[in-house]
């Protein structure tokens, strides 16, 4: 790794884990956070994402995105802009490919549906939740819940939080209280996840046939990248043609943002990590790119995730969840034993985290099983 910035995250300044563990000559070969870009690796959530919907559901084909190669496109463009930063990649990657951890099965509609069921039971907020796994849900240590993961990474995992939830959450909430940003790292990957949902959705899109290249024609960025290729590359087309040009609108939003960022780096000059944490967030696009992919993103919004045939798999999955969630907290001794709750606990919250770790298929094959009276 080059040498790191005075500003990016180390071992030396991270705040640490919440648990003691560990005998240090054991893992003198790894820096801190490779060691919790490998717990999160091995985690069982983390297996899950290769079968859990990023847009399209895990069946619909075997080329989508799923929530696994999506997380790994994050880490991927996350690492290249922390390294070219000087920043802490090992810690980028950890915080890119635990992101998603808590993310419900069928995508965005999942979450929504199960935000809508725990209403009264203080709501299912998919960044929460990613926490949660990390920190309680997973189950591979004797001596304690969870991946022990360091500060930093746990703190790169909350995207956003509500003033209420903040309080909740004690240390790792402090910054929303008092409008703190966290790590560059963290920052980077908040902006990787942009880059990547937004160009593989465009990919996903065009597979699937749900979306255009003529319609697309009316996405500024879009329409100069693809005719820069046709200039460049006469008479390409098919799949070819639209790789290129996608190909190019990951690099030059990369680009961008390495860039724009050392240029808001070199301006305000953080002495220190705790001086990058003042102030506003300087992990950023340019004002145009920032522009270019508010276009891109209400296209992505009024032609594919509001598509009809997107919406019919969204309402199911609301039914899905919808009927489990009612079918469990009505009658908890349906739940496997581990998620009963005996006494005065919070069972609302335990079937939450029964159904936010369900893939598709699982989910679809637990309703079945509870719904449908020839299956068992
Ligand atoms: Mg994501």
Do not use: W
């Amino acid at each position: 790794m080059p040498e790191l910035a005075p500003y990016a995250v180390t071992a030396a300044n991270s705040r640490g884990r919440q648990h003691p563990d560990g005998e240090p000559s054991q893992r003198s070969h790894r820096s801190e956070f490779q060691r919790d870009r490998d717990r999160i690796v091995h985690s069982t959530a983390f297996r899950r994402l290769e079968y859990k919907t990023q847009v399209f559901v895990n069946h619909e084909g075997d080329l989508f995105r799923t929530r696994l190669t999506h997380s790994l496109e994050v880490a991927q463009i996350a690492r290249g802009t922390a390294r070219a930063l000087q920043l802490n990649e090992d810690l980028a990657e950890a915080i890119s490919l635990a992101h998603d951890l808590g993310h419900t099965p069928f995508g965005h509609a999942g979450q929504d549906a199960l935000n809508d069921c725990m209403r009264q039971d203080g709501g299912f907020e998919h960044n929460l939740q990613s926490l949660r796994t990390v920190d309680l849900l997973e189950e591979r240590y004797a001596a304690f819940d969870g991946l022990n993961l360091c500060f930093e990474t746990r703190e790169g995992i909350i995207k956003h939080c509500s003033p209420e939830n903040a309080r909740q959450l004690g240390d790792l909430g402090e910054r929303f209280l008092s409008r703190a940003q966290p790590s560059l790292e963290a920052q980077i990957c908040n902006l990787a996840d942009e880059i990547a949902y937004n160009n593989h959705d465009v990919d996903d899109g065009l597979r699937s046939g749900l979306i255009s290249l003529e319609q697309l024609q009316d996405v500024e960025v879009f329409a100069r990248h693809i005719a820069a290729v046709r200039r460049a590359h006469p008479g390409l087309g098919g799949r070819r043609l639209i790789h290129e040009t996608i190909r190019r609108l990951i690099n030059t939003l990369v680009c961008d943002l390495i860039e724009t960022s050392a240029g808001n780096i070199a301006r305000q000059a953080p002495a220190s990590l705790a001086e990058a944490r003042l102030g506003p967030p300087l992990v950023a696009f340019s004002a145009e790119a920032f522009a270019e992919q508010r276009q891109l993103k209400r296209f992505l919004r009024t032609q594919l995730y509001q598509h009809y045939q997107v919406l019919r798999m969204a309402s199911k999955a609301r039914r899905i969840i919808g009927d489990l969630f009612a079918a469990f907290t009505g009658e908890p001794r349906l739940l496997p034993p581990q998620y009963q709750i005996t006494g005065d606990g919070d069972q609302a919250r335990r079937v939450a985290d029964y159904i936010a770790g369900m893939t598709d298929r699982y989910a679809i094959r637990e309703h079945r099983r509870l719904f449908a009276v020839d299956q068992g």
